[in-house]
């Protein structure tokens, strides 16, 4: 009887990377001093045994770091993984445990690049497992709980952080000490109360089977650097980037992804150069620049980033530039995804 029901749970697979969902504290009132990226992925699922009821769980550790220091070259490897775990027969879902300060980043490239429809599901903590009130334990829990349902299939990539379910393209980390971090702009797709699902929406945007990118055929990303804007900033920064070899520069603009008049003739003469340039937006909320609102985008070349934040954007500039450097293609691609 056992072995039946053994069999007829979702095969889960849990990729660590660490972050705080894998940190730890010298006490249990440490709840923002610790240490990043230190408990391995047997530790983590053996702390949760309630796991073996949702799914047949085992864990891999594909690195072990805090998520401000992740590198292209660490989102191609966790890309590749997660792509040769998804052709694999006995793997019916996928949940990476991922530091929060990028996870959306990591989120939304794979929402870009892996073509499945199986679940994929990143998670992490705001605060560390020895910490009182540990979120980490009912995150992945739930995260578990997604990707073992039937339900969580061709919604692209998603993120179950404090209960909600939320899309790996919207989502963004908004505050830095609360367990309720994770906003998007567009609302969460959905909830996960006590391992069951219960979903409201739909993305909107392409994503995983419907997307043009493919991590097996991307080799290498490109740089994509991002200058972040404010009273009285000057060009240096977006020069020194460019100089430094930068093929696009994300401008995190003021407001509607503004640019001053300091910094406009530097962008214009960037643009002429070859470097394409992407007007996002650094609000809190949720930016949302359009084409030739306040810029006259056309007459220079540049490209909005629509509701993308700048880091987000930077991660579609990467991957889109892998198969295009035409700016018209850009924006399409910006519009689309
Ligand atoms: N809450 C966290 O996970 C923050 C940590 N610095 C990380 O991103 O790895």
Do not use: C
């Amino acid at each position: 009887k056992e072995a039946e029901t053994q069999t007829k749970l979702a095969n889960v697979v849990v990729l660590a990377t660490g972050g705080t969902i894998a940190g730890a504290g010298a006490s249990a009132a440490n709840s923002a001093t610790y240490q990043a990226a230190k408990v391995g992925v047997e530790q983590l699922i053996a702390g949760i045994p309630e796991l073996s009821k949702l799914a047949n769980v085992r864990g891999e550790q594909v690195m072990q770091i805090a998520s401000e220091s992740i590198t292209n070259d660490n989102l191609l490897q966790l890309g590749r993984r997660v792509a040769e775990l998804a052709d694999s027969k006995d793997v019916d879902g996928i949940v990476i445990t991922h530091g929060t300060d990028t996870l959306e980043e990591t989120a939304y490239f794979l929402n870009l690049v892996e073509k499945t429809d199986k679940p994929i599901i990143v998670v992490g903590s705001m605060r560390p497992g020895t910490a009182m009130s540990a979120d980490g334990m009912l995150n992945l829990y739930n995260a578990v709980a997604v990707a073992s349902s039937k339900e969580a299939r061709g919604k692209g990539v998603l993120v179950t952080m404090n209960d909600e379910i939320q899309s790996g393209r919207d989502v963004s980390k908004t505050i830095n000490i609360k367990t309720e971090a994770f906003k998007s702009a567009w609302g969460p797709m959905g909830m996960v109360v006590e391992g069951k699902s219960y979903w409201f929406r739909l993305p909107a945007k392409r994503h995983t089977m419907d997307s043009e990118f493919d991590i097996k055929n991307i080799k290498s990303l490109p740089d994509v650097e991002i200058a972040y804007s404010y009273g009285n900033v000057s060009d240096t920064a977006y020069k020194a980037l460019a100089q430094s070899g930068a093929k696009a520069i994300i401008h995190a603009g003021t407001g509607n992804g503004s640019v001053s008049s300091r910094v406009v003739p530097s962008l214009q003469a960037l643009r002429k150069d070859g470097v394409q340039i992407i007007r996002s937006s650094h609000v809190n909320a949720g930016g949302f620049v359009l084409r030739n609102a306040e810029q006259p985008d056309d007459k220079y070349d540049w490209v909005v980033a629509h509701d993308l934040n700048p880091q987000k954007a930077r991660i579609l500039a990467m991957v889109a530039l892998t198969k295009t450097n035409d700016s018209k293609e850009l924006q399409r691609m910006f519009w689309e995804y």
